[in-house]
C-alpha cells in the first residue's frame, strides 16, 4: 500500500510541477513578441489490473491507478493583440502563416515575430540575426520573380538610376476668347539619360481660320535652349524637338484643332492633313528626326510621348473654353539619380523602396509559410518553430492568398498570454501540488503507525 501510495503521489507532485514550469514560461514571455502560449495536459497512468467476484458479464475487471503524467505540452496558435510601433521594417502576421528565416548555419525556420532590421549588409534580418526570405527581384526583367524560388531579401545600395523623361502630360484649357496670333507657353522639366533637368517649353499660337465657317487651331511646339545641346555654339535661340531645327516666328511644328463647343478633335505634327486624323497622342520628334544629344554627352529619350488623352477616361487633356488660358495639372516621367530614402511594406508583404528622386521600385516580397498542422510545429526557442512530421511539410505563399492572413507594416503581434487565465492555473497547479503533498504525508504516517503496531 505504502509503495504504491508514495509513486502516486510523486506522480502527482511530478505532474503539477511541470504545469507550474509551463506557466512560469507563458509568464515570463508575457511581453515577447509572437509568443504563443503553451498548455499542458496529463492523463493518467495505468497500474493493477485485477477481477473479482462475479462473472466477466457482471463486470468483475477492476484496475487501480499509479497517478498521473504529462500527456503533452502543445502551444496555442491564436492571434496575439497588435501593437503599433511606426517602424516601417515591423510586420504583424493579421491570420494565419509564419515568416520563413534561414539560420546561419542554413537551416530554414518559421516565425510570428516581426520585428526586422537591416543588417550591416543590407540584408533584412529577424532579431536574431537570421535571415528573412521571400520573392526577389529579377535583375534583368525589374520585376519580382516567383519562378526565382524563395531567397534571402537585400535592400538596394548607392544611388537609383536616373531615368530619361519619355512622356508628359498637361491637363489645360486654351481660351476660346484670345486673338488671332494669342500665344500661350508652358514650361516643362525633362531629364536625360544622366539625370540632368533641362527646361523644355511649349508654345502654342492661336489661329482662326475657315472663312465663313471658322476653325480654331492652335499651333505649337516643343523647344529647348539651343545652347544645351551637343555641337552648339552659346545662343539664345531655341531648337526645336518637334522638327530638330532652331525655331524662328511662330510656332507651326504641331496643331491642336477644336470644335465650336470647345473639344478638341484632332491633333497632328507638322502640315495640315486632309481629313484631321482622329484624335490620338502625339509623339516627339517627327518622324526621321532624332532627338539631340546633349551639351554633358547625356541623350533624351528615343521619344518623348505628348499625352493629349487621359489614360483612365480616354477624353482629352485639352480644352478651347472661353476663360483665360491655363495649366490646371502637369506630370512627367524620368528622374535624377536618387537615394535611398524609405522602406515600405504592403499588406501582401511586397516591399517598396523609396527614393530621393520620387521613384519607388518594389525590390522584394515576403512570404507565408503554412502547415497542415501548426500545432504539431516544434518549438526551438527564439521564437522559431521548425516543421515535423506531424506539421507536415511548409508550402509557401503571397500574405493575403491562399487562407494566409495580410501583414499589418508598423506593428507587431504581441503574446497571446491571457495573465487572468495564468494567475487561476497557478492556484489549481498549486492546490494540486499541495494535496498530492498531503497524501505522500498521510502514507508515511500511517506506515509509521504499521510499524508501531508491535510496539
Known amino acids: 500500500m505504502g509503495l504504491t501510495t508514495f509513486s502516486t503521489g510523486l506522480s502527482g507532485l511530478a505532474t503539477n510541477s511541470q504545469g507550474l514550469n509551463v506557466i512560469g514560461n507563458n509568464l515570463a514571455n508575457l511581453n515577447t513578441v509572437g509568443y504563443k502560449t503553451s498548455n499542458i495536459s496529463f492523463t493518467d497512468v495505468l497500474g493493477q489490473t485485477f477481477n473479482t467476484v462475479g462473472t466477466a458479464k457482471s463486470g468483475n475487471t477492476m484496475t487501480i491507478g499509479l497517478g498521473a503524467q504529462v500527456s503533452g505540452v502543445r502551444q496555442v496558435f491564436n492571434q496575439g493583440s497588435v501593437s503599433t510601433t511606426n517602424n516601417p521594417l515591423d510586420v504583424a502576421i493579421q491570420g494565419k502563416g509564419f515568416l520563413v528565416v534561414k539560420a546561419a548555419d542554413g537551416g530554414q525556420f518559421y516565425s510570428r515575430a516581426g520585428n526586422m532590421h537591416l543588417d550591416a549588409d543590407g540584408n533584412l534580418v529577424a532579431e536574431s540575426g537570421a535571415q528573412i526570405q521571400g520573392y526577389v527581384r529579377n535583375a534583368t526583367t525589374g520585376k519580382i520573380d516567383t519562378n526565382l524560388g524563395v531567397n534571402s531579401i537585400k535592400m538596394p545600395s548607392g544611388l537609383d538610376s536616373p531615368v530619361a523623361t519619355g512622356e508628359f502630360e498637361l491637363e489645360m484649357n486654351l481660351d476660346a476668347n484670345a486673338v488671332t496670333g494669342t500665344q500661350f507657353s508652358k514650361d516643362i522639366q525633362i531629364y536625360d539619360s544622366l539625370g540632368k533637368p533641362h527646361l523644355a517649353t511649349l508654345t502654342l499660337q492661336k489661329e482662326i481660320s475657315g472663312g465663313a465657317t471658322p476653325v480654331t487651331k492652335w499651333r505649337f511646339d516643343v523647344t529647348i535652349p539651343q545652347n544645351e545641346v551637343a555641337g552648339q555654339a552659346a545662343s539664345t535661340a531655341k531648337l526645336s524637338l518637334i522638327t530638330g531645327t532652331v525655331q524662328s516666328g511662330a510656332p507651326t511644328a504641331g496643331t491642336l484643332l477644336f470644335d465650336s463647343n470647345g473639344k478638341m478633335t484632332s491633333a497632328w505634327r507638322g502640315a495640315d492633313p486632309t481629313p484631321p486624323p482622329a484624335l490620338g497622342n502625339l509623339t516627339i520628334p517627327n518622324t526621321g528626326v532624332t532627338l539631340p544629344t546633349m551639351a554633358n554627352g547625356a541623350n533624351l529619350s528615343s521619344s518623348i510621348n505628348f499625352k493629349l488623352l487621359n489614360s483612365l477616361t480616354g477624353l482629352s487633356n485639352v480644352t ?28 501582401d508583404g511586397t516591399i517598396s523602396a523609396v527614393f530621393s528622386n520620387g521613384n519607388t521600385v518594389d525590390v522584394a516580397q515576403l512570404v507565408l509559410a503554412q502547415f497542415s498542422n501548426q500545432d504539431g510545429l516544434l518549438s526551438q526557442g527564439g521564437g522559431f518553430y521548425s516543421e515535423t512530421t506531424a506539421s507536415g511539410a511548409s508550402f509557401f505563399g503571397i500574405p493575403g492568398e491562399g487562407g494566409r492572413g495580410h501583414l499589418i507594416s508598423g506593428g507587431l503581434e504581441q503574446s497571446n498570454v491571457d495573465l487572468a487565465t495564468e494567475l487561476t492555473k497557478i492556484i489549481t497547479f498549486q492546490r494540486g501540488y499541495q494535496a498530492n503533498a498531503k497524501i505522500i504525508t498521510l502514507t508515511d504516517q500511517i506506515m509509521q503507525d504499521t510499524m508501531n503496531i508491535r510496539q
Open 320 to 347: 478651347g473654353y472661353g476663360s483665360p488660358s491655363e495649366v490646371t495639372a502637369a506630370s512627367q516621367n524620368g528622374a535624377a539619380a536618387g537615394s535611398l530614402n524609405n522602406l515600405a511594406i504592403q499588406s
